[in-house]
């Protein structure tokens, strides 16, 4: 036998052997807001929570969490998609040992791209501070598995990052603004987008390699905006819808530079806006009877204040686009990242979640 042929043998064979990457082996990391915290904000002393019914009433255990959803949310239906457990809160002490090398998350309702967006809400996770706690968790980490693999893990995971619409619903559009009187629809979203592009710099610097990042959804045609507009027939409100249509661009734009000057596809971002708009614009199709009023909340279209123990909730979730005046039903959220997975470029630029996975897992 060739010794050519004996070499072949004995690579393949190796290869077979050989430890297999696996897609749950992934470390998974989410930073941003109320769209993806899954109870963060249950630590702190703060306004924006979810820690009381009827929030969680479809959630496994059938308690609330601090997520903001009937049920699961986004973060929870990508761990589940990817074949993960689902990341606990960096917060929670429960956070600990083996459970850190499953990732984390680091979202905190109310916060935005500015710092100063959220004051109402007091104590919150903001960026930065989201950040140090990536830090510190890497320290943590690498008290367990050593530095050199803190970095593979690091370097190979998969994040999320969800930031945008606060800045827009409770900054820019909320009552006295500052931000408002002082610079334009146009301008407050050029000063959004670069400072942005910061935060994404720095988060490339602490190691993220493959950054899923979604833009915002159609915010004028949650029912909060639909009930504080005053609409009367359920149209979007016009305003907020411009906000969207100005933010969302941009932020492909800079997505697509900065992947240039790091010469690879870090960021990939995800849009949000037509994810959202496909059931918003035609909820019969998706199974939904309604897209413009709240599951649970009061007032018009179940749109005003928070939605509480004292709320107007409907029976069936699974027949409504939006569970609170801002937040989508498990359903909906389902139904979003089904497009994460599988959808076009329309969707996902450069690429979806699943040919992320398969990409990475010949690496």
Known sequence: MSTFLLTSIFIAATLILMPQQTNAAR??????????????????????????????????????????????????????????????????????????????????????????????????LRIGRQFELFQEYQERVSEIIGSDKTQQLVNGALVLMTLGGNDFVNNYFFPLSSRRRQSSLEEFSQLLISEYKKILVRLYELGARRVMVTGTGPLGCVPAELASSGSVNGECAPEAQQAAAIFNPLLVQMLQGLNREIGSDVFIGANAFEMNADFINNPQRFGFVTSKVACCGQGAYNGRGICTPLSSLCPDRNAYAFWDPFHPTEKATRLIVQQIMTGSVEYMSPMNLSTIMALDSRI
């Open 27 to 124: 470390a998974f990391f989410v930073f941003g807001d109320s769209l993806v915290d899954s109870g963060n904000n249950n630590y702190l002393v703060t306004t924006a929570r979810a820690d009381s019914p009827p929030y969680g009433i479809d959630y496994p255990t059938g308690r609330p969490t601090g997520r903001f959803s009937n049920g699961l949310n986004l973060p929870d239906i990508i761990s589940e998609q990817i074949g993960s457990e689902p990341t606990l809160p960096i917060l929670s002490p429960e956070l600990t040992g083996e459970k850190l090398l499953i990732g984390a998350n680091f979202a905190s309702a109310g916060i935005g791209i500015l710092n100063d967006t959220g004051v109402q809400f007091l104590n919150i």
